[in-house]
């Protein structure tokens, strides 16, 4: 006999987590970038083994590693994390696993909240990892099962892309889907040609690779978790994901064929659809991923005209494509723009920089809204880190004078992700006139939600663990000027500061530290309840 | 009742728009009905636009209310009824903060729950899951003054 339904109304990546839980996931392990972070945080409020690594890169080694121990892992990120993490998934693929490795990537169309908005499904094809993509909460769950159960069958890591929208709708879910085999006890079995990626042995492992997803292939098929609505044959749709919905709205009486394992795709089955109806469209968010492929198999669908290629779809632009509209869309009444909230130490940071008119590298969160008025202080943001590098490039090329006005702005959060590789490189290639860098540490991961990092010395629980110091690394890798300061309460130290490290031809990192407002009252009950605990 | 009710709760961030929302969407739920709200979070947090869409019925596709369909627009901020007005159908009731006599609150923070009081009266939702949901998703210290709150906002 089956457990009885329980129903409950979730958000995708509430569902992620449930079904991490039901499948006895035994780590789960991620970096914060919206939408993706609530997944990590809801599995261990639930009571799974939940923890942040400083980025995606280490969170995937550190979930390839439990999943060759036999253990099953779920590791947690936004789309642009997984470029970060991309090194270890392309050779996962080859060298297989033992226990389940779900990795979710979570697709940001129309940037909420992101840098820009590539389109995940294209990891899945180079790197050779089967890709799941659920539509709804109900489906989120179901296909956190389902990625557990390829995984394990076919021995690989398996993708399951999310998009803002999926992470971050509440839809009703029932519970339990259907059963997973119990996870294994882990133990270490020694596989060497398997795990050890030599060329010698990576070669017949590429092969693996390939015969694996020739069987997924078939398996999707005829197996694969496609969602066929019948209805008139004048129009049939090929969908995905988010996009199912907004079809089903804008055309209710269409055949629809929805795919939910989009790699491999199952090409017969799409190619029938497309044949079975007399006008046969795809609807998808995102690349034309789907309608390439159907295309270069001969079938002949419409796609999406190209002024639907950005930005996430709704039901209007879908009842527009359908329409073969071209008409401009009505742009929206922008609305109050986000900023740095009043009292935020990270203010008088840009308010200094904006008065000393310097070139400023810019980095990913919160303090990203300096480039707003009134600071207008940032003059460039490309990713994760960027801040470092890019500031050293201008300083080794710029004429001396500009080049003397150049400052990378990083916040603490970032700093750890891929800021510290910038730092080595800074003092290992430093620019004739010197480099100043300024660590923004707020105490938090502020932008995603407030969310520690291995700086705040606490684990995603709030529980204390390992602290990294800013100060002493970088004194450590050798930088002579390392200053820490409070921005509130010192402001005018603050600016003498930068003005001296702007003035000298030496490397300088200046730490402003203090709490975000946000998370102080909260990083106060921590550390209380510790002391408490001593 | 109409096939699907799609409501758009608009305001500013910290308002309490999201809470509003999901009070909303667990209301419908525990009515027995289908239901999805969807909302972007992420940059809205700091005080920015926000606006969280609710929808429910027999069944239920998209979770994003279609601009022109909405049936009813609550806004928390007056200054976002102007920037959400699109999405309003022919017939659609907008709600603005002024729905509500403020000095009655007897927390100014409940104004989200007081605005659903406002809501409450259009819609046929049974007032025992109204009661239910607000005392599901908020503490109980503060149970009291949103439920005046919301009896504040529904007697009008």
Redesign the interface.
């Known amino acids: 006999m089956s457990p009885p339904e329980i129903r409950q109304?979730m958000s995708g990546d509430e569902a992620v987590a449930l079904a991490a839980l039901h499948a006895s996931v035994h780590l789960g392990t991620g970096y914060p970038g919206?939408?993706s972070t609530e997944i990590l945080e809801h599995f261990e409020t639930l009571g799974g083994r939940a923890q942040w690594a400083p980025n995606e890169k280490v969170a995937l080694e550190v979930g390839i590693g439990v999943s060759f121990a036999g253990g099953r892992a779920i590791v947690t990120m936004k789309h642009v994390g997984l470029n970060v993490a991309a090194d270890p998934l392309f050779t996962v693929a080859y060298t297989g696993v033992e226990g389940a490795l779900v990795v979710v990537s979570a697709d940001d169309p129309g940037m909420?909240?992101s840098q820009n908005e590539q389109d995940n499904r294209r990891f899945a094809v180079a790197a050779g990892v089967p890709m799941l993509e659920p539509a709804?909460s109900q489906e989120a769950y179901d296909f956190t099962l389902l990625a557990m159960e390829i995984s394990e069958r076919w021995r690989m890591p398996v993708l399951l892309r999310m998009t803002?929208?999926v992470c971050?709708?509440?839809?009703?879910v029932a519970t339990p889907g259907y059963p997973v085999p119990p996870a294994r006890v882990p133990a270490f079995v020694r596989s060497v040609p398997e795990r050890v990626m030599i060329p010698a042995y990576a070669r017949p492992a590429h092969l693996r690779l390939r015969a694996k997803l020739a069987e997924i292939e078939a398996w999707n098929e005829h197996k694969g978790p496609m969602v066929r609505v019948d209805g008139d044959r004048k129009l049939g749709i090929i969908t995905s994901g988010?996009s199912y919905?907004?079809v089903?709205?804008a055309a209710p009486d269409a055949c629809v064929l929805k795919i939910g394992l989009t790699y491999p795709l199952p090409m017969e089955a799409m190619c029938k659809f497309a044949e079975s109806v007399e006008r046969c469209f795809v609807i998808e968010e995102g690349d034309p991923f789907l309608v390439e492929a159907v295309r270069a198999a001969g079938a002949k669908v419409q796609g999406r005209p190209a002024m639907y290629r950005c930005g996430e779809l709704?039901?209007?632009r879908v009842r527009r494509i359908l329409a073969g509209d071209l008409s401009p869309e009505?742009k929206?009444?922008?609305?109050?723009?986000?900023?740095?909230?009043p009292g935020c130490p990270h203010r008088i940071v840009f308010e200094i920089l904006r008065d000393l008119d310097c070139i400023v590298a810019g980095d990913i969160g919160?303090y990203t809204?300096g480039v707003l008025p009134p600071f207008s202080a940032m003059d460039t943001v490309v990713c994760m880190g960027a801040s470092v590098g890019v500031g050293l490039g201008m300083r080794h090329v710029l004429p001396e004078k500009d080049a003397r006005r150049v400052v990378s702005v990083i916040g603490d959060s970032t700093f750890v992700h891929s800021g510290i590789t910038g730092l080595v490189e800074m003092v290992y290639n430093p620019p004739k006139t010197g480099h100043v860098l300024l660590i923004l540490d707020n105490g938090t991961t502020a932008?995603?939600?407030l969310q520690e990092h291995p700086g705040t010395g606490r684990t995603l629980g709030h529980q204390p663990t390992g602290q990294i110091s800013f100060e002493a690394l970088a004194s450590a890798l050798g930088v002579k000027h390392v200053t820490v300061l409070d921005p509130t309460l010192r402001p005018a130290e603050l600016r003498t500061c930068i003005e001296e490290a702007l003035a000298r031809q030496e490397l300088s990192v200046i730490i402003t530290r203090r709490n975000c407002l946000l998370a102080a009252g909260a990083i106060k009950r921590y550390e209380k309840n510790h002391e408490k605990g001593n | 009742m109409k096939k699907v009710i799609s409501v758009v709760i608009a305001g500013l961030g910290g308002q309490g728009v999201l809470k509003a929302s999901d009070i909303l969407a667990d209301v419908a739920f525990r009515t027995g009905l289908a239901v999805k709200k969807s909302e972007i979070h992420g940059m809205s947090q700091r005080g920015g636009s926000v606006t969280s869409d609710v929808r429910f019925g027999r069944e239920v596709f998209s979770p994003m209310v279609p601009e022109g369909e909405a049936d009813f627009l609550i806004s928390l901020a007056s200054s976002e009824i102007a920037v959400n007005r699109a999405v309003l159908g022919p017939a659609g009731i907008a709600i603005g903060p002024d729905a509500v006599d403020e000095s009655k609150l007897t927390n100014k923070k409940s104004l989200n729950v007081a605005l659903l009081g406002a809501l409450a009266r259009h819609l046929d939702l049974p007032e025992e899951s109204w009661r239910a949901a607000i005392l599901a998703s908020l503490p109980e210290k503060l149970h009291e003054a949103n439920l005046h709150a919301f009896a504040v906002g529904k007697s009008g």
């Open positions: 109304l919206t939408p909420a909240s709804d803002t929208r971050h709708s509440k839809t009703i988010i919905q907004h089903r709205e709704n039901v209007n009505a929206p009444v922008p609305g109050k723009p986000p900023e740095l909230c919160c809204l932008m995603t939600g």
